[in-house]
């Protein structure tokens, strides 16, 4: 494990371990190949208040810091879980934390810290939208005391698994704004009301990992305009301070998983002998794993730049984008070379390796990909002209 934490860290790491080490690899084969949601996982996390460590003292959370929950995240990941099933609940708190007014606080999250309701749900991206977000077509209507939404949203996952989701869409259409990122507005959701009456249909969308994620069709869904977060037409603004929360926990996780290959190999090449000798004797197969390590350890660097950052209450776009972008790219080169290390093991499912290789590839593409995030730091770091 990482060995240059504070110490309330390193604890943190070992307790965090604990819970690990009882979802073994032969509990998370058997989830993948059943394709269902690790409600023992969660509800381990849940119980333990790992989940809740980002909500402050005062509403019944752990009130640690991002920094406290990137070392949660890359714990589970290098012990071979898959976090994906749980994270949203903690970087969502970015959104609700920093811009959620004190009745809304006060409302949801000392019952998300007791484990009463879960907030793991995130409606954002839409079929015709993509990553250009400003173009999402959801539209919510005042009407008195509520909005009224209507419109469809993808990808978004954990719906059946969620109580609360948090919805961006916009207040305003996009033809009558002045800047292209006005007139879109947070809504907190009750999930688990809007589909049992129709308002909310959720289509399930199988995927290569078992991810669950949806398509989501919203027909005059009722959102009481308390629920809504900060003021009405500023959500791209909290959405992208919820995401850069997000962009540090995600690489967390990346980088924890990359970790979790380089163990597996090297433990492998160690002891696997071809010709008379280990094969990590061979260059070959060093070479890759030590890259692959190195860069792993430079997008960990980045990592906690990042979240120091944003402790700091900054806004660190650049910082958050980069860590996303090496630490996924890291993660790829560790799977490729772990994959290579173990040769035709490696696609046995016994070993874990073809599973997790599976996961490995997403990073690239998702939550963002990493074409969006090269030009985002090209147009918005480096000032270079757009192409478009």
């Known amino acids: 494990m990482t060995s240059y934490l504070p110490e309330h ?29 690790p409600s023992e996982f969660v509800q381990a996390l849940t119980d333990a208040g790992w989940l809740a460590v980002l909500i402050p003292e ?5 009130g640690g810091s991002i920094s406290d929950a990137a070392v949660i995240m890359e714990t589970l990941e290098r012990a071979g879980c898959a976090t994906a099933a749980a994270h ?33 749900s995130f409606g954002v991206t839409e079929p015709d939208a993509g990553t250009d977000t400003t ?15 209507n419109g469809s949203k993808m990808w978004t996952s954990r719906v059946q698994h969620s109580d609360l989701m948090l919805l961006l869409c916009r207040t305003t259409r ?3 704004v002045a800047k292209k990122h006005d007139g ?25 990992v078992n991810h669950e994620t949806n398509e989501l069709t919203i027909r005059d869904l009722r959102v009481p305009a308390g629920n809504l977060i900060g003021k009405e037409g500023k959500g791209f603004r909290y959405i992208l301070s919820g995401m850069n929360a997000e962009r540090i926990l995600v690489s967390s996780e990346y980088i924890g998983a990359g970790l979790w290959f380089i163990d597996r190999a090297t433990a492998y090449a160690r002891e696997r002998e071809v010709f008379g000798r280990p094969i990590g004797q061979n ?13 792993l350890q430079a997008a960990s660097l980045m990592r906690w730049q990042a979240a120091r950052m944003f402790e700091e209450g900054q806004e660190p776009s650049f910082e958050v984008n980069a860590c ?10 560790a799977a490729n070379a772990a994959m290579d290390t173990f040769g035709g093991y490696g696609v046995a499912e016994e070993f874990g390796v073809e599973r997790r290789f599976r996961e490995a590839r997403l990073p690239s593409i998702a939550p963002i990909s990493n074409n969006i995030v090269l030009a985002q730091i090209a147009h918005g770091t480096l000032g270079l002209p757009k192409s478009y």
């Open 9 to 37: 860290q390193a604890a943190l790491q070992d307790a965090v371990s604990g819970i690990a080490t009882k979802f073994d690899q032969e509990y998370w084969t058997e989830v993948d190949a059943a394709r269902r949601y």
């Open 174 to 176: 996009y033809e009558d």
């Open 135 to 149: 173009r999402i077509r959801t539209f919510a209507r005042r009407e008195g005391g509520e909005y009224v939404v």
């Open 184 to 208: 879109m507005s947070v809504l907190i959701v009750d999930l688990r009301a809007a589909i049992e009456s129709g308002q909310i249909e959720a289509r399930p969308i199988r995927t290569m």
């Open 324 to 333: 996303k972008l090496l630490s996924s790219q890291a993660l790829w080169a």
């Open 283 to 295: 260059q070959g197969i060093q070479f890759p794993l030590a890259q692959a390590y190195a860069n």
């Open 88 to 120: 949203a609940q903690m970087y969502t708190m970015g959104t609700v934390l920093r811009h959620g007014s004190e009745e809304q606080k006060r409302r949801y999250l000392p019952e998300i810290a007791a484990g009463r309701l879960r907030l793991q």
């Open 58 to 62: 005062e509403y019944g959370g752990g």
